[in-house]
Each structure stands twice: as C-alpha cells, then as structure tokens.
C-alpha cells in the first residue's frame, strides 16, 4: 500500500523495477518505471488517497494494477500530456501492449500489461498536436494569439503565483529522483510562461499608495486587446503549463506544498489562456476574459487556531479575513456601516462582496502577491478606499489592516474600519 505522497512514485518504481529484475526482464524496465509513474502519479493527484500497487511478471511479460479511491475513471484526452510529471493516457496507449480500467466498491483499478520494452521512438514529450494541419500559422511560423479584456494586474500575480509552484514542485519531484521527462515538462510549462511574460504589458503600478490607489483600478489594469504570438513548436507547451500547474495545486490543495490559497480568479486565467491558445490554433475566435468575483473562497488548507470573539464583540468596526480571502468575523459596528443585519450575511463570502468592481482586480492582485511574495504597501497603515454596501451603493471608509501569522502557513488579516 503506498500512501498518498509524491515519494510514493519512486517507491512504484523501485518495486517495479524489483520484480522485474527478478524476472530477469531487464528489458523492460526503463519503459515499465515511465509508465508506474505516470499511472501511480495520476492516481495521487486525482484520488488523493492511498494507493495499492500490484506488480507481476508471466510468460507473456509485465502486468501491473494500481487501485485508488476515485470512481473517475481515466478518460483519453487528444493533447500533449496529461500531467507536469510526465504524458499521461496518451503516453499509456502508445507505449503498452493492452491497459484498461474498471471501478469497483472501494474506487477503480487502473491497469497495464507490457511485453515489449523497447519502444524508445514513441517517447517524444513535447509532440506537435495530431492535427496539427489545422493550425493556422502565419507566415512568421507563430500562431496569433488574440486575447481580448485582458486583466494586467491579475496576469502579474499569477504569473508570480504560478512561477513559485512550480519551482516548489520540481524541487520535491528532485527529492523524488527527477527523471528527464519531468526536468523537460518544467522546460516546457516555462517556456509558455516566458511567451505571456513577453507579450503581455505590465500595468505599470508601483508602491506608492497614493499612486496605487490612483492607478490600480479599472479600466487602466485591464487592456482591451492584446497578441500573443506563440511559435507552433511552443503550442504544447500550454497544455503541459495547464498540467502541471493542475499536479502542483493537487499537492498543494492537499497541503504537500506552502505555496498559498489560489484564488479562483487565478486558476480561472490559466485556464483562459490555455484554451484561447488551444481554440485559436484550430482556427476559433477570441473568447473575452469575463469577471469571476461571484464564486466562493478556495477551501483551507490546514485548520486555524484563531478564535473569532475578539472581532465579532468588538465594539469597533472591525472585518476578519483569512488567507483565502474569505471573511471570517465582522462586528455590529462594521456591519452597520455596510448596511447589513446579521454576521452570517457576509461571514463565508469574499471580501469581494464589499470591494467595488473597479477596485477587485487589484484587491485579487495584491492579496495573492502579499502571501507569495510578502509585497504589503497597503498593510499597517490607513488608507481611504470606497466600500460597497449590501444595497449596491458604495460609502468611503478609512482603513488599517494588519496580518497575523498563526503558524502552520495560515494567516488572518483583520481590519479597523471607519466611516
């Protein structure tokens, strides 16, 4: 039984590679140890639990069958790869002599039998897509990627965001014996983040708060339109980003990394970019980047050990909020001032709600930028910001938050509100 950990991959491979020494089937070991890994690494970051790996040579060759708790069965997808680590169902149909899958009471059995090791010319990583005569390129060799309603300040804080996991998540798969693959997919995923960090302005925001609260709101942070050109060879390389961007929040999600809460607006962005590299390629019409302040917070990562009292019977106005932008205790005082009866009318949504629309790109931006980088002009001093209340108009409030660190990677941030 391995457990849901990413050293659980190399103790795969190690057991694989066992039984088949013993076998006397050295013959296929480098192509048997690829595909554990990528069958045992999908299991991690799509079931999250424990992982059962069985493993046995016959006359025929190597079979092997992992179980997890998941009742998703694997679907084959038409793209480059499946996950950061290595090519996923793609890489298992070409490689493998038969595999399959079946659920059963506890989750499904994932499994496949190989009887040929040396397939070394269908191991290519980063592939053109298979239809790739449906590309449309210009004559330049680069696909013109066209993104309309562009959010710049919201660009930059995942662009920090996304560069940290996946720095995070290649050092713990070098913990893991990195293989060439993986060290090739963080080359790829890289290779897509330095095209957007080329081709998509910075909105050009600094530290002074004067100047930030004067600069950092719509429309001047979001830009009507923008190309990007993307190389033909680099096009994969999107779909790898999307992956193992998809493997490192799986981990971290999980508590496997310290990276922060990603805020939906974030992981929505990639996914945006992603598909308009992918529909635009074909042939498609752009799809405008559309606002997505309305979904819940990310859920927590670890417990808190914070009590909420000190806030909610406070006679100050006073607004609670944790690391995943959620409120988390308001007193009576602040909930006049917004215009709201009860605490359970704002605790649980995200600071959003009270935040006007103009104002949330930068309010998402900095966030995230506060817990991955520390960067804090706005923290420990008083500001004037607008403040919307709960019948859609909007009142002017001075503000201070600070930040509380409570261990464990959590962090509360607590305001004093006055009108």
Request: with cysteine.
């Amino acid at each position: 039984m391995l457990r849901p950990h990413p050293a659980s991959v190399g103790e795969a491979r190690r057991i694989v590679r066992d039984e088949l020494s013993r076998a006397g089937r050295d013959d296929l070991v480098e192509t048997a140890e690829l595909l554990v890994s990528e069958v045992v690494t999908n299991a991690l970051v799509h079931a999250g639990t424990a992982i059962r790996l069985r493993a046995w040579v016959g006359a025929e060759g190597l079979r092997v069958e992992v179980d997890d708790g998941s009742l998703q069965l694997p679907s084959p997808r038409n793209n480059a790869t499946l996950a950061g680590t290595g090519r996923g169902l793609r890489l298992l149909q070409r490689m493998v002599d038969s595999w399959g899958a079946h659920p059963h009471t506890d989750g499904k059995t994932v499994w496949f039998e190989l009887c040929v090791g040396d397939r070394e010319g269908e191991m290519s990583l980063i592939d053109v897509p298979d239809d790739a005569s449906s590309l449309v390129v210009a004559p330049d060799g680069t696909v013109q990627v066209e993104l309309l309603n562009v959010p710049l300040l919201l660009h930059v804080a995942w662009h920090q965001l996304a560069e940290a996991l996946m720095r995070e998540y290649l050092l713990i798969s070098i913990g893991d014996d990195l293989e060439l693959d993986e060290l090739q997919a963080h080359a790829a995923a890289s290779d897509a983040l330095a095209l957007m960090r080329d081709h998509l302005p910075s909105p050009g925001v600094g530290e002074d708060v004067d100047e930030l609260m004067a600069a950092a709101v719509e429309p001047a942070v979001t830009s009507p339109r923008e190309v990007m050109p993307v190389p033909a060879d680099s096009l994969p390389h999107f779909r790898v980003l999307d992956e193992t961007l998809d493997a490192a929040l799986a981990l971290a999600d999980a508590g496997g990394l310290l990276t922060p809460p990603t805020q939906p607006e974030l992981r929505a962005f990639r996914r945006w970019i992603v598909q308009q590299v992918a529909a635009q390629s074909g042939g498609a019409g752009p799809t405008p980047w559309e606002d997505l302040s309305d979904v819940a917070p990310p859920p927590p990562r670890s417990p808190m050990t914070w009590s909420p009292d000190a806030v909610s019977t406070s006679e100050l106005a006073l607004i609670a909020a944790d690391d995943t932008n959620g409120i988390i205790a308001i007193s009576r005082s602040a909930l006049e001032i917004l215009g709201y009866d009860e605490p359970a009318e704002l605790v649980g949504r995200r600071l959003v709600a009270i935040i006007p629309w103009r104002y949330r790109q930068a309010h998402l931006a900095g966030f995230t930028l506060h817990l991955a980088l520390g960067r804090s002009p706005l923290l420990d001093r008083p500001v004037t910001v607008p403040a919307l209340r709960r019948d859609g108009t909007e009142t002017t409030i001075d503000l201070t938050v600070r930040s509380e660190s409570l261990g464990a990677g959590r962090h509360v941030f607590v305001a004093t509100v006055n009108a």
